[in-house]
């Protein structure tokens, strides 16, 4: 069943968005009283939900009010790489995953969770914050998939500790599953599944059994795989589809519109940046003048070879 979230707003943010001055402004507007919501006094901090029927004065005059563009859910699906950091700002200037996000107009990329520095694989970022908040929520037993490669000897017994549960720091702790995936000697693969995502919580209930965890990805969120051919530090955008498919998950109503372009959409930017770039070669032959084929036209100079295979036109992957 659906779920909707109420959408309210402070009441400085909606007047200021129509027009009627800063949000400080405003501000100074509710504490000296002269501004009411629907007949009642307002005051500084109150949340309003914009409604056809919501009635906003200022010395009694009724305010027109604007309601709020729809923002529309986008999620991104990005190969997080060892070594990097899920936080906006580092102290220490160490890279951080949101470096390499596109930037946003109004807007801004929150990842669902987080994986740490030695962790590498599938991290999801949304614009949507319920949507994040509630894929991250352990009640909503989300699973996550990761494939782990673990050096030392793994007996039915360790198996059994694993899923059946481990009494941890912060709490038991165990895997969905466990499945064993190949390996050499004593460097093991395996894959395994949880519903929660705490802090380092597969490697620190491998080590709560004396296995050590030499490389840790994550594959799978939900449904959504890593996606096949995506490099590491690379990110793709998720389509209506997948959108709508985790918005249903945590029961949150689902989007009609995305930010993805369609195939022809596609297309036609991929004619665009290539005739761009085959104009930007052009000029940058023009003043270069080195790199320019010597002429076969009349005016050759006596004595020059001429070609005798038919000149044709280098052909720009897509």
């Known amino acids: ?113 987080r994986l740490d520095v030695n962790t590498s694989g599938l991290l999801l970022f949304t614009t949507d914050g319920e949507l994040a908040n509630r894929l991250m929520h352990p009640s909503r037993e989300v699973e996550r ?74 594959v799978r969120y939900g449904d959504l795989d890593l996606p096949k051919g995506l490099p590491r530090g690379g990110w793709v955008e998720l389509g209506l589809e997948q959108i709508n498919y985790l918005r249903e998950l945590v029961e949150l109503d689902p989007e009609v519109v995305t930010k993805v372009a369609v195939p022809r959409d596609q297309r036609r930017l991929k004619a665009n940046q290539i005739r761009r770039a085959v104009k930007r070669h052009s000029q940058v032959s023009e003043r270069t003048g080195g790199t320019k084929r010597p002429s076969t036209r009349a005016g050759t100079k006596t004595g020059a070879k001429s070609s005798t295979k038919p000149v044709t036109k280098s052909r720009t992957r897509t």
């Open 1 to 113: 069943m659906s779920v909707k979230t109420q959408k309210t707003e402070k009441l400085q943010k909606v007047l200021a968005r129509s027009g009627h001055g800063s949000r400080r402004e405003i501000e100074t507007l509710i504490e000296a009283g002269r501004i009411s919501v629907d007949g009642k006094a307002a005051t500084l901090g109150d949340r309003i939900e914009v409604k056809s029927s919501t009635k906003i004065r200022l010395d009694g005059r009724v305010l027109s009010i604007k309601e709020a563009e729809k923002e529309v859910c986008r999620v991104m699906a990005y190969y997080k790489p060892e070594g990097e950091l899920c936080t906006r700002n580092d102290p220490e200037g160490r890279p951080t995953v949101f470096a390499r996000l596109p930037r946003l107009t109004g807007a801004r990329w929150i990842a669902v969770g």
């Open 145 to 218: 998939e990761y494939a782990v490669r673990v050096f030392g000897e793994v007996t039915d017994a360790i198996k059994r500790q694993l899923t059946m549960g481990i009494q941890l720091d912060d709490g038991p702790a165990s895997f969905k599953t466990l499945t064993y995936k190949g390996g050499e000697g004593i460097n093991q693969w395996y894959n395994v599944t949880l519903t929660e995502g705490r802090n380092r919580e597969v490697r620190r209930l491998w080590e709560a059994v004396g296995i050590q965890v030499s490389r840790l990805i994550r």
